[in-house]
Antibody
């Protein structure tokens, strides 16, 4: 069974750096074609894609946020980490990690999401 | 960046009716388009990938069509559990983008 679970702080202060961890099971990120991505959703708003890392350690970022984002993986721990610098109240959102399996261009399995509030 | 425009923003229908949701891309995405359903307080669920392939466990009343820039998600006969928000998404070109969503509500 494939599962993903996000973890990280529920509250961060403006200007701080957010670090989120996606811990997954049921697949390996070293399998050719496999990818894990981060997506966020502000309250009441649409989904916004943030970043993706693939099995070959290639990384892709949102155009508008790429200067603030870093995605990395630890294959041995089955984890993908996202850092976002200089947090602002507009970054308040539920943050999801999701998988793209080999041979597909869609997110087939999602974590439950973690709500992050940015406030002083 | 490819912009995905979904219409209508809100669709009001009754159970048993047919729902037709549209997603238009600002440039061709070939068939690399997916549809998701999201209910309140839940993560999105993949319905359709590659424009017309149903994901595992998705009922046959959900179907997708289209290619290039114009895509449609059709729900043939609405069940009470189908009232939710629907998003389209493309990965034809970086960055990945989502549409703004269509809210399907009970009339």
């Amino acid at each position: 069974q494939v599962t993903l679970r996000e973890s990280g702080p529920a509250l961060v202060k403006p200007t701080q750096t957010l670090t989120l961890t996606c811990t997954f099971s049921g697949f390996s990120l070293s399998t050719s074609g496999m990818c894990v991505s981060w997506i966020r959703q502000p309250p009441g708003k649409a989904l916004e894609w943030l970043a993706l890392i693939d099995w070959d350690d290639d990384k892709y970022y949102s155009t508008s946020l790429k200067t603030r984002l870093t995605i990395s993986k630890d294959t041995s721990k089955n984890q993908v980490v996202l850092t976002m610098t200089n947090m602002d109240p507009v970054d308040t959102a539920t943050y999801y990690c999701a998988r793209i399996p080999a041979g597909m261009d869609a997110f087939d399995i999602w974590g439950q999401g973690t709500m992050v509030t940015v406030s002083s | 960046e490819i912009v995905l425009t979904q219409s209508p923003a809100t669709l009001s229908l009754s159970p048993g009716e047919r729902a037709t949701l549209s997603c238009r891309a600002s440039q061709s995405v070939s068939s690399y388009l997916a549809w998701y359903q999201q209910k309140p307080g839940q993560a999105p669920r993949l319905l359709i990938y590659d424009a017309s392939n149903r994901a595992t466990g998705i009922p046959a009343r959900f179907s997708g069509s289209g290619s290039g820039t114009d895509f449609t998600l059709t729900i043939s006969s609405l069940e009470p559990e189908d009232f939710a928000v629907y998003y389209c998404q493309q990965r034809s070109n970086w960055p990945v983008t989502f549409g703004q969503g269509t809210r399907l509500e009970i009339k």
